[in-house]
Every structure is written in structure tokens, then in C-alpha cells.
T-cell receptor
Framework: GQNIDQPTEMTATEGAIVQINCTYQ??????LFWYQQHAGEAPTFLSY????GLEEKGRFSSFLSRSKGYSYLLLKELQMKDSASYLC?????????FGKGTRLHILP | GAGVSQTPSNKVTEKGKYVELRCDPI?????LYWYRQSLGQGPEFLIY????????DSGLPNDRFFAVRPEGSVSTLKIQRTERGDSAVYLC???????????????FGPGTRLTVL
């Protein structure tokens, strides 16, 4: 079967750093994506990993370990606008499966 | 077009009725996906088109759901005999080259919020 797990909710403080974890079990692996979704809006692409290691893009970084079926999204210098849901998605052999998302609350 | 568009943005219907939801993908994108998202959940995969054909329709919940993409561009998701449990936001996404790395990135439309009374 295919399964993606991520925490339901997290809370962090403005200016701080937060790490959102994702573990997955899929039939085949052809890449892992992170998306951001603000309430009432469509998901927007943040990052893509297919090889092990860290991909950095501004304040956001994403890490992948294929042997462990594990990824994390690291958000630095948190801003109030980062309050959103963060979706981990994996392309298996065919389709892309999404996790349920992690709702991130930012406190001033 | 500049992005993925979906119509209507909102649809309210009565139990038992038939509805059609339309998706217009980014021009040139060969792959098109339909998802259903309920409140507080991630997008749930329904069906994936590569060109005109359904490459994977394993997510369609039952035979009341059907989708077409006759010319390899616009797609229509059709739901027969709607039920209250079908109420959700239906998202469409497209990508340029599925399964080929970063070009596999999906771009989402704004969604259609379906409410079945």
C-alpha cells in the first residue's frame, strides 16, 4: 500500500525555525514534492527532491533520505504569511499521492 | 493560458443531480490530474490523464464518477446521481512532463467547491 505521514499541526514563533517531517511508503519512488496551501486557496509548489540530500531555496530547504523513506521541510526566519498548510507529496510508480498536510500556526 | 483554470468556482446542487466540472490546463501540459479535497485533508487523487487517455483512474471512488479529456487539453469531471458525501473542493492540476523530475511539478487550478444539498 501507499501511505504518507506528517504531523497534523505545528506552532512556531515569528522569526524562528521550524522543521516539518514527512515519512512515506510507496510503490516505487520518482520524486518528493512539498506544496504550500493557504486556507481557501490551491496548493503552490515549494520544492522537489529526487536524490538524497538537502535542497535549499531561500528561506525554505527540503531534505530527502530515500533509504529511510523520510523528508523534511525546513522554514527559516518565519513570517506571519507562512501560516498555511504544508503538503508532502510523493510520485510512486504512476500517480502522485499527497499527505494530509501539516497546518502551521505562526505566533507573533 | 497563464495558469490552470476551473469552472465553475462554486456549484451547489441537489442530491441525485448530475454535475460537470471543467478544467483548462496550462497550454502545452500533457499531464492533467483531478483531486478531491475535503476540509482539513490533503488532496485525494482521483484520476490522471496523459494526453487523451486516462493513465490511472484508480482513485475514482465509484462508477458515478467519470472524466474525459477528448482532445488532450480541456478535461471534464462528471458526477452522476450526486450524494451529500461528494461535497468537497475538486482540484485540477497539470504538469509538462510527468515522471521526469522537476518538470513533474503540478500547477493547480483554484478548484471548484461542490456542495450537494
Amino acid at each position: 500500500g501507499q501511505n504518507i505521514d506528517q504531523p497534523t499541526e505545528m506552532t512556531a514563533t515569528e522569526g524562528a525555525i521550524v522543521q516539518i517531517n514527512c515519512t512515506y511508503q510507496t510503490s516505487g519512488f520518482n520524486g518528493l514534492f512539498w506544496y504550500q496551501q493557504h486556507a481557501g486557496e490551491a496548493p503552490t509548489f515549494l520544492s522537489y527532491n529526487v536524490l538524497d540530500g538537502l535542497e535549499e531555496k531561500g528561506r525554505f530547504s527540503s531534505f530527502l533520505s530515500r533509504s529511510k523513506g523520510y523528508s523534511y521541510l525546513l522554514l527559516k526566519e518565519l513570517q506571519m504569511k507562512d501560516s498555511a498548510s504544508y503538503l508532502c507529496a510523493v510520485r510512486g510508480r504512476d500517480k502522485i499521492i499527497f499527505g494530509k498536510g501539516t497546518r502551521l500556526h505562526i505566533l507573533p | 493560458g497563464a495558469g490552470v483554470s476551473q469552472t465553475p468556482s462554486n456549484k451547489v446542487t441537489e442530491k441525485g443531480k448530475y454535475v460537470e466540472l471543467r478544467c483548462d490546463p496550462i497550454s502545452g501540459h500533457t499531464a492533467l490530474y483531478w483531486y478531491r479535497q475535503s476540509l482539513g485533508q490533503g488532496p485525494e487523487f482521483l484520476i490522471y490523464f496523459q494526453g487523451t487517455g486516462a493513465a490511472d483512474d484508480s482513485g475514482l471512488p465509484n462508477d458515478r464518477f467519470f472524466a474525459v479529456r477528448p482532445e488532450g487539453s480541456v478535461s471534464t469531471l462528471k458526477i452522476q446521481r450526486t450524494e451529500r458525501g461528494d461535497s468537497a473542493v475538486y482540484l485540477c492540476a497539470s504538469s509538462s512532463q510527468p515522471g521526469t523530475g522537476a518538470a513533474d511539478t503540478q500547477y493547480f487550478g483554484p478548484g471548484t467547491r461542490l456542495t450537494v444539498l
